[in-house]
């Protein structure tokens, strides 16, 4: 795998500085994906309303439409980023997404929204793979599980903070300094094309640090889906349990992402600026919180000797609780405290499967990383946001959103914890081949 190396003295001395550089653009990449990918959520209503959709059409636009091709892309470029320069991807990937972002915004129908959320997938497939690639490179062992939760934290505060920011723009936008900025275009449109903006400061920056720091690389080889395939054919049933508790996961979180700020317009009569900025700031707060316990946990059990799937079960115990304050009821102490709890022990539950990934296929990071992140993306984005508003339209009634969102965080925690706890010991002697080959090699 071709990655950016460092050696004893440069982890130790003088390039301590410029290595953590990296992986806080690489965070803040994955904050402005995550933002640009959970923007629409907030304009949820407005949509609804000028293009005349129902729940199960905007839960279709929120997941499959943006999963379809971000699924067998990031298994492709799972398999580029073994031999590219990964922060010139990273550059190449933000200038693509935000031409999609864009194109969202000029969307004159629902068949160009789904169009345009297509190649959104599509560009952001290589950001993890890529990504993740540089972070076990550069991470020693022991730190890997609080370097992927630095990472993974850009993701979980993107999602907050595509509510949090477009909340305050709407406001912004529609104030007397910035109408008439861009005449002719509805406040929502305007929307995205201001959240582009920072996109391209980042892609600059990745460029100017893959300039100064790369190392001189190894001759690439070429990379294949055969050593990771090869892990997933020696232990199917753990793996197969490993990676749909971890899309469960994905799915709880997911649901609540794309749906909350329209259960709190729903339920409290929030305008889209106002719920953007209640549940971004809540986001916002909590993610990083659950992104550092789950990782700082996952490390703890790992020095103690304890299996992981203890954290998976006790944070996904927590996140029901808060599931139940969130829809059960509402009012805004109860609401803010339910996402809040759903927030940081979801969080922590995610991070808890991502770093547990980290040490199966050590000859193929690239690979397998991008195996583990298309399978929970498509469980996470193809099931959570299309199943609740399939419930909302179908069993429960437009009127109970609510109750179409905790059946399904809760069935999906259910899910996840069973799985986790009831596969441990499987996992557990997936992890020591895995140590033994490395040792080996």
Do not use: Y
């Amino acid at each position: 795998m071709t990655v950016l190396t460092f050696n004893k003295q440069d982890r130790l001395g003088g390039t301590r500085v410029a290595s953590a550089a990296p992986l806080g653009l690489l965070a803040l990449t994955h904050f402005l994906m995550t933002a640009d990918r959970n923007l629409p959520a907030l304009v949820l209503p407005i949509l609804k309303q000028q293009f005349a959709l129902s729940d199960t059409a905007l839960g279709f636009l929120q997941g499959p439409a943006f999963v379809l091709f971000f699924v067998v892309a990031t298994l492709a470029f799972g398999r580029v980023v073994d031999r590219a320069p990964h922060l010139k991807l990273l550059a190449i990937s933000i200038v693509l997404w935000t031409l999609a972002s864009i194109g969202f915004g000029l969307a004159t129908s629902w068949q160009q929204l789904v169009v345009c959320r297509l190649m959104l997938g599509l560009f952001q497939a290589a950001v993890a793979p890529a990504a993740l690639s540089v972070i076990v490179a550069r991470t020693p062992v022991e730190r890997v599980g609080r370097a992927i939760s630095v990472f993974t934290t850009g993701s979980a505060v993107g999602r907050g903070g595509a509510m949090l920011l477009g909340g305050a723009l709407l406001a912004l936008i529609a104030s007397p300094f910035m109408r008439g900025t861009l005449p002719g275009f509805e406040t929502w449109r305007v929307l995205f094309f201001l959240s582009t903006l920072p996109n391209l400061l980042v892609a600059v920056a990745l460029l100017l640090t893959d300039r100064r720091g790369r190392a001189p690389a190894p001759p690439p080889r070429s990379p294949s889906l055969l050593p990771a395939l090869g892990w997933l054919r020696a232990w199917p049933l753990a793996f197969a349990a490993h990676l749909t508790a971890a899309g469960s996961v994905i799915v709880l979180i997911q649901a609540v992402s794309a749906w909350m700020p329209t259960l709190l317009q729903r339920e409290l009569g929030l305008s889209s600026a106002r719920s953007g900025i209640v549940s971004g700031l809540i986001v916002v707060l909590g993610a990083p919180l659950g992104h550092r316990l789950g990782g700082a946990l996952v490390d703890v059990c790992r020095r103690t000797g304890r299996s992981p799937s203890l954290v998976v079960v006790v944070t996904l115990a927590l996140g029901v609780v808060g599931a139940a304050l969130l829809c059960l009821a509402p009012s805004m102490i109860t609401m803010s405290l339910g996402l809040f709890m759903l927030t940081v022990f979801g969080g922590a539950a995610a991070v808890a499967f991502l770093v547990m990934f980290q040490r199966m296929s050590p000859d193929a990071h690239g690979v397998s990383n991008a195996i583990f992140f298309a399978v929970t993306t498509l469980m996470g984005l193809g099931l959570g946001p299309p199943v609740i508003g399939l419930l909302s339209d179908r069993v429960f009634g437009p009127g109970e959103l609510g109750k179409a969102l905790l059946s399904t965080t809760a069935v999906a925690a259910a899910v996840a914890a069973s799985l986790a706890w009831g596969s441990r010991k499987a996992w557990a002697r997936v992890v020591r081949a895995a140590e033994t080959r490395g040792v080996d090699a």
